[in-house]
């Protein structure tokens, strides 16, 4: 399996189909090792962003993911259009670096009550206003592994920014919040993604959560921390289906290509 098949079933509900498509798919990099696809993502968004050290990322890894090309060529290819965020992690030279090939550099080191992707969001959703919220897809690479404080701090701005499709991803899962105030339905690409997946309430439990499609489906079920939550499920149809009262963090496993 080539990688863009691989990354065809997270890429595919954020990229236009059509010349009549209206959505926005935005890119952020954040300060984690680069995704062994990230290339693939970075082709086809609109708007690539990397919260403060993730511009070291793009400069130090992406000429390793792509190991027979020159690296200066990647590195002047592969440009993100802004930089931004409290710029305690950028490097000084990875910084001029950027800005002489004309990135924008947005120093915010006088916010410290956000956190860099908090920052990246907000910047997209300014540099967007014409875009229906609905039509916006981010998807945030180099959320996941590293400090469990970052992490967190991470799936608490998809809370915040719960009306907006942001996927956290990494090289072995994705995570994307199910607001309670829709029914969802997911469907799965069996060949790259899953079969493990999670449900998990986030702020308030669950008290009634049903789904169709997994190995164990939940049935008016409630779940909390301290009680059942539904980790190590299994996916065993290709649509998912999940209504619940409160809101839940999707997550699933994705496949090594091979």
Same mark, same amino acid.
Not at 48 to 54: F, K, S
Not at 219 to 237: A, H, P, Q, W, Y
């Given at each position: 399996m080539d990688l863009m098949s691989h990354c065809s079933s997270f890429l595919l509900p954020c990229i236009p189909q059509s010349s009549e498509d209206k959505k926005t798919y935005a890119l952020i990099l954040l300060n984690q090792p $680069?995704? *062994?696809? =990230?290339?693939? $993502?970075?082709? &086809?968004? *609109?708007?690539?962003?990397?919260?403060?050290?993730?511009?070291? @990322?793009?400069?130090? !890894?992406?000429?390793?993911? $792509?190991p027979q090309q020159d690296p200066l060529l990647v590195r002047n290819r592969y440009k993100p259009d802004v930089i931004k965020g409290d710029m305690d992690s950028i490097r000084t030279e990875v910084k001029d670096f950027y800005a002489n090939l004309g990135s924008q550099?947005?120093? !915010?080191? /006088?916010? /410290?009550? =956000? =956190?860099?992707? &908090? *920052?990246?969001?907000s910047f997209i959703q300014d540099a967007t206003p014409n875009v229906d919220k609905s039509d916006l897809c981010i998807l945030v690479a180099g959320a996941l592994g590293g400090r469990f404080d970052h992490e967190i701090g991470n799936i608490n701005v998809l809370c915040k920014f719960s009306d907006i499709r942001i996927v956290l991803i990494s090289d072995d899962c994705l995570i994307q919040l199910l607001p309670r105030t829709h029914r969802h339905e997911i469907n799965i690409l069996s060949s790259v993604e899953g079969p493990h997946c999670g449900l998990i309430p986030i702020a308030t439990a669950s008290a009634k959560a049903t789904t169709s499609g997994l190995q164990w489906d939940l049935?008016?079920? !409630?779940? *909390?921390? #301290? #009680?059942?939550?539904? =980790?190590?499920?299994?996916? @065993?149809?290709e649509k998912i289906t999940v209504q619940s009262d409160s809101d839940l963090l999707w997550t699933i496993s994705i496949q090594k290509p091979t």
């Open positions: $680069l995704p *062994k696809f =990230t290339p693939l $993502l970075w082709n &086809h968004a *609109k708007l690539c962003l990397c919260a403060d050290g993730g511009a070291n @990322r793009v400069f130090d !890894e992406m000429p390793l993911l $792509l550099i947005v120093d !915010e080191s /006088q916010d /410290q009550d =956000t =956190t860099d992707l &908090h *920052k990246c969001i049935d008016d079920t !409630e779940m *909390k921390f #301290g #009680g059942l939550i539904s =980790t190590s499920n299994i996916v @065993r149809e």
